[in-house]
């Protein structure tokens, strides 16, 4: 006498042989575990002031780096100049509109960019400024990576006391743009620590170079035009105005004469240090603060506890310390 089995009984029947064939499942490590599938990376926006000048190249070098080590993707993107704010808050709004994970951003100006990290907090998508400062309220964002910019400055004043000497001179602080407030505090930086020397004067420190090498060689040369042979020292904030103060320098047959003190380094103004053109050069180090925002970010994201600031250090180059390994490596940093 054959006996029906009731439909259920077989399939749990076929079920049961079936797992009993295959081996059980491998049970992941530790760190198998907490990593992130590849398909499901954490997207992370970097947003720098540009996208032109070497250090931006060398900060996408350090946040590309850290998302291969903690399992998540970047998108680099910045405005075309870093004069224009109106595409910077167009970039940050493209990719909150996009739903990434985080954003990394170094904000063109302290002001313009709070309303935008304002909404970014209020769609639950956590932000890390970097670079330079934002004038919004610090709960608004998850933590500050940055030089100590104030400090660079003061470090500057103290290559150009060293540069100029007992008998000191007349300097030129110059200026970069209005609303940075990266260089706006090693402008500040370098007027507070110039004024421990009496033996120096500032007779300048309110010409803005604007953005490009150009506008910097235009500003340079009308000061040039103003002050003559008063001037014997010159202090630039960034890369840009450095690069055209120093053609302007170069053009008017005083390189090596007027002692220039320049903030970030680039292959012309490592070059010009070599030949005595340049007396120092204030570093950042670029590729570390692209890899510790990332880092930052994704700490975050991941719920993990984040110092609020990130102070990412501060060299200074020069003739004499230019080949030790540490300054090489800033002086000429890896690029994306």
């Known amino acids: 006498m054959s006996v029906r089995l009731p439909l259920n009984w077989i399939v749990i029947a076929v079920t049961a042989c079936l797992a009993g064939c295959n081996p059980p499942a491998e ?31 060398s900060v996408r070098a350090g946040a590309e780096d ?32 996009a739903q990434v994970d985080g954003i990394c951003l170094s904000p063109l100006d302290a002001d313009a960019l709070v309303r935008p990290v304002e909404e970014a907090k209020r769609a639950g998508v956590p932000v890390v400024v970097f670079d330079s400062g934002l004038n919004a309220n610090p709960d608004d964002y998850v933590a500050f990576v940055a030089t100590d910019n104030f400090r660079g400055g003061q470090i500057a004043a103290d290559a150009m006391a060293d540069s ?32 421990k020397y009496p033996n120096i004067e500032v007779i300048s420190s309110d010409q803005y170079s604007g953005t490009t090498t150009e506008s910097a060689v235009n500003k340079a040369q009308a000061l040039f035009n103003r002050f003559g042979d008063e001037v014997n020292g010159v202090f ?38 070599d ?3 340049v007396s120092a050069i204030v570093l950042q180090d670029p590729v570390r603060i692209g890899y510790l925002s990332v880092k930052t970010i994704v700490a975050a994201i991941r719920g993990e506890s984040v110092e609020k600031t ?27």
């Not at 053609?247 to 490592?270: E, P």
């Open 164 to 195: 100029l000497g007992e008998s000191g001179g007349k300097v030129i602080c110059l200026r970069y743009q209005k609303g940075s407030d990266s260089t706006h505090q090693r402008e500040e930086g370098f007027l507070d620590g110039i004024a």
């Open 27 to 57: 049970q992941p490590s530790p760190s198998q575990a907490t990593a992130t599938p590849t398909g499901d990376l954490l997207h992370i926006a970097v947003i720098p002031k540009g996208e032109t000048h070497i250090f931006w190249q």
């Open 310 to 336: 990130v102070d990412t250090g501060i060299f200074v180059a020069t003739q004499k310390n230019q080949d030790e390994p540490e300054i090489a490596r800033l002086l000429n940093p890896p690029q994306s």
């Open 236 to 273: 630039t904030a960034c890369e840009p105005n450095a690069e055209g103060m120093l053609r302007a320098i170069r053009d008017r047959g005083l390189a090596g004469k007027v002692k220039l003190v320049a903030f970030d380094s680039s292959d012309s103004l490592r070059d010009a240090m």
């Open 275 to 277: 030949a005595g053109h």
């Open 66 to 97: 850290a998302a291969n080590e903690v399992g998540a993707r970047i998108t680099f993107k910045g405005p075309s100049k870093e004069s224009d704010r109106s595409e910077q808050i167009d970039v940050f709004q493209g990719f909150l509109n």
